[in-house]
T-cell receptor, first 117, second 114 residues
Framework: AQKITQTQPGMFVQEKEAVTLDCTYDTSDPSYGLFWYKQPSSGEMIFLIYQGSYDQQNATEGRYSLNFQKARKSANLVISASQLGDSAMYFC??????????????WGLGTSLAVNP | DAGVIQSPRHEVTEMGQEVTLRCKPI?????LFWYRQTMMRGLELLIYFNNNVPIDDSGMPEDRFSAKMPNASFSTLKIQPSEPRDSAVYFC????????????FGPGTRLLVL
């Protein structure tokens, strides 16, 4: 079963508007971390934001925020005031903390975001 | 601070040749990961090291692939012999470990095997 689900293969947003990219996860581990990465067309993978399962507040990093709804097992990325440079592929990933020495991330398949001028 | 450094950035080779990809992790990071990304299969973890020791190589496709980490500042991924289906972007990432364990990626090596 997929542990990270990104249901939106592609999204469009108008420049300067906000956009939400969905991510749901499945784990029985009470301790876990959730990550979002951006991959522009140039190919590099850029870390955006992190949310720990015990964090009391939703994570924010500049124009990025994470809408963390633990009961629903969702960790949606919100990008405010979209810019043309936000056009990229966005990946959600999870690391289960109590997986012992296992430091692997479990990755979603990604959402392609296009920002229209 | 310098990020993860990978070389070469691009590699074009012929089937059957040996390919060596190199990675220098961020100083102080104790985990290193090798990924492969293709359109068909997405992002796949090939192998990762913790404190220079290979922990999980279950993603290594076959014996043609090998990876080493002789010290904390250098790792190689070798393909011998290379095949056209190995064409992909290979990423190296490093992580400082707990508590957050964020992985920071290098720019990738674009490999084309003809």
């Amino acid at each position: 079963a997929q542990k990270i689900t990104q249901t939106q293969p592609g999204m469009f947003v108008q420049e300067k508007e906000a956009v939400t990219l969905d991510c749901t996860y499945d784990t029985s581990d009470p301790s876990y971390g959730l990550f979002w990465y951006k991959q522009p067309s140039s190919g590099e993978m850029i870390f955006l934001i992190y949310q720990g399962s015990y964090d009391q507040q939703n994570a924010t990093e500049g124009r990025y925020s994470l809408n963390f709804q633990k009961a629903r097992k969702s960790a949606n990325l919100v990008i405010s005031a979209s810019q043309l440079g936000d056009s990229a592929m966005y990946f959600c990933a999870m690391r289960e903390r109590n997986a012992g020495n296992n430091r692997k991330l479990i990755w979603g398949l990604g959402t392609s975001l296009a920002v229209n001028p | 601070d310098a990020g993860v450094i990978q070389s070469p950035r691009h590699e074009v080779t012929e089937m059957g040749q040996e390919v060596t990809l190199r990675c220098k992790p961020i100083s102080g990071h104790n985990s290193l990961f090798w990924y492969r990304q293709t359109m068909m299969r997405g992002l796949e973890l090939l192998i990762y090291f913790n404190n220079n020791v290979p922990i999980d190589d279950s993603g290594m496709p076959e014996d043609r692939f090998s990876a080493k980490m002789p010290n904390a500042s250098f790792s190689t991924l070798k393909i011998q012999p290379s095949e056209p289906r190995d064409s992909a972007v290979y990423f190296c990432a490093s992580s400082p470990g707990r508590p957050q364990e964020t992985q920071y990626f290098g720019p990738g090596t674009r490999l084309l095997v003809l």
